[in-house]
């Protein structure tokens, strides 16, 4: 059914409600900005907690617009998923991050892994993951180097469904992040069951953290979850130097965050941060 929606023609205004402008707008715009490759990729690391190195880094889209500038996933994602224009989206991310990882590896950079955020919807195509293995595979990226986020949403409604699929990318030597962690509702027996490889722990979580001890036993208990169930954790958010200083304390695996970068293109990525100043 997908397929069939991605054929339509560019302009279709006959068929739609004009009081509908700005989504017809957006749609047009968005269909041509992958026609164009508009679509542009920034990088955030994640840094590791206790030496300050970074090897992995999350990929971020940015729409980079001929009139308007640099435009946010947050602006556009939710679109693109209402008008079945999310698979090429992702498609155009995953050949951006091959090419910047093959450019990485000449480089001798310290990266290791990108991870890349998949849409809810992305599970629901039958062949979605074959696409981007595929892809991949015809750039030549090791899949160890890649690690695909999902978030809780994704899971809700077919867990035995999602767990194929995800068993599927692991066999393939993906790694497996769930996205927004404790933001949702899934339940820690249930994760469990998938093979999840990296536990990304909300921003909602820094609100008022450090704070009361109250708050900062939550976080420590989510962190002894991950370590006793093998998965690495990334704390996301992380913006002043309290937080850093508690999580470090708390010995949490990697931080995520402007404290240390806010997103950024590859060429302005820093893949250390072990002097104080930037601390
Ligand atoms: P996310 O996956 O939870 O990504 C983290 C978001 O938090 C990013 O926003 C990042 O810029 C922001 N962030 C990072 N550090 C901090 C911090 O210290 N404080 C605060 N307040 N925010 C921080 P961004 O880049 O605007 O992306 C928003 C969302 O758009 C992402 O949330 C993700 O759900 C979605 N998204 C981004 N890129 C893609 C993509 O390629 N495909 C899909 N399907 N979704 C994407
Ligand atoms: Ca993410
Ligand atoms: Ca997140
Ligand atoms: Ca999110």
Same mark, same amino acid.
């Given at each position: 059914?997908?397929?069939?929606?991605?054929?339509?023609?560019?302009?279709?205004?006959?068929?739609?409600?004009?009081?509908? +402008?700005?989504?017809?707008?957006?749609?047009?715009?968005?269909?041509?900005?992958?026609?164009?490759?508009?679509?542009?990729?920034?990088?955030?690391?994640?840094?590791?907690?206790?030496?300050?190195?970074?090897?992995?880094?999350?990929?971020?889209?940015?729409?980079?617009?001929?009139?308007?500038?640099?435009?946010?996933?947050?602006?556009?994602?939710?679109?693109?998923?209402?008008?079945?224009? &999310?698979?090429?989206?992702?498609?155009? $991310? /995953?050949?951006? /991050?091959?090419?910047? +990882?093959?450019?990485?590896?000449?480089?001798?950079?310290?990266?290791?892994?990108?991870?890349?955020?998949?849409?809810?919807?992305?599970?629901?195509? $039958?062949?979605?993951?074959?696409?981007?293995?595929? +892809?991949?595979?015809?750039?030549?990226?090791?899949?160890?180097?890649?690690?695909?986020?999902?978030?809780?949403?994704?899971?809700?409604?077919?867990? %035995?469904?999602?767990?194929?699929?995800?068993?599927?990318?692991?066999?393939?030597?993906?790694? &497996?992040?769930?996205?927004?962690?404790?933001?949702?509702?899934?339940?820690?027996?249930? +994760?469990?069951?998938?093979?999840?490889?990296?536990?990304?722990?909300? #921003?909602?979580?820094?609100? #008022?953290?450090?704070?009361?001890?109250?708050?900062?036993?939550?976080?420590?208990?989510?962190?002894?979850?991950?370590?006793?169930?093998?998965?690495? &954790?990334?704390?996301?958010?992380?913006?002043?130097?309290? %937080?850093?200083?508690?999580?470090?304390?708390?010995?949490?695996?990697?931080?995520?965050?402007? &404290?240390?970068?806010?997103?950024?293109?590859?060429?302005?990525?820093?893949?250390?941060?072990?002097?104080?100043?930037?601390?």
């Amino acid at each position: 059914a997908h397929a069939k929606q991605q054929e339509r023609p560019l302009f279709f205004y006959e068929e739609k409600n004009h009081q509908d +402008l700005s989504d017809e707008w957006m749609e047009m715009s968005l269909r041509k900005a992958l026609q164009n490759k508009e679509m542009d990729v920034y990088y955030q690391p994640q840094v590791k907690t206790h030496s300050g190195e970074v090897h992995k880094v999350e990929a971020l889209v940015r729409w980079q617009h001929p009139d308007y500038g640099v435009i946010s996933p947050g602006v556009f994602i939710d679109a693109a998923e209402r008008f079945g224009l &999310i698979m090429p989206l992702t498609l155009q $991310v /995953v050949e951006k /991050v091959c090419l910047q +990882l093959k450019e990485w590896r000449k480089t001798a950079a310290s990266i290791q892994r990108v991870s890349i955020n998949l849409s809810p919807l992305h599970f629901e195509f $039958v062949d979605a993951n074959c696409q981007i293995t595929d +892809l991949v595979h015809r750039h030549g990226i090791p899949p160890e180097m890649i690690e695909w986020e999902l978030t809780e949403t994704s899971m809700v409604e077919n867990l %035995q469904q999602m767990a194929g699929q995800l068993l599927e990318l692991e066999k393939e030597g993906f790694s &497996i992040a769930l996205d927004d962690f404790g933001a949702g509702v899934s339940s820690l027996t249930r +994760l469990q069951e998938l093979p999840i490889h990296t536990l990304k722990l909300d #921003k909602h979580f820094m609100n #008022k953290f450090p704070g009361s001890d109250k708050k900062q036993q939550v976080i420590q208990l989510m962190i002894t979850f991950a370590e006793l169930s093998g998965m690495e &954790i990334v704390c996301e958010g992380v913006e002043t130097k309290e %937080q850093l200083d508690a999580l470090r304390k708390m010995n949490a695996g990697f931080i995520q965050g402007y &404290i240390f970068q806010h997103p950024v293109p590859a060429s302005e990525l820093k893949y250390s941060f072990t002097e104080g100043r930037d601390m």
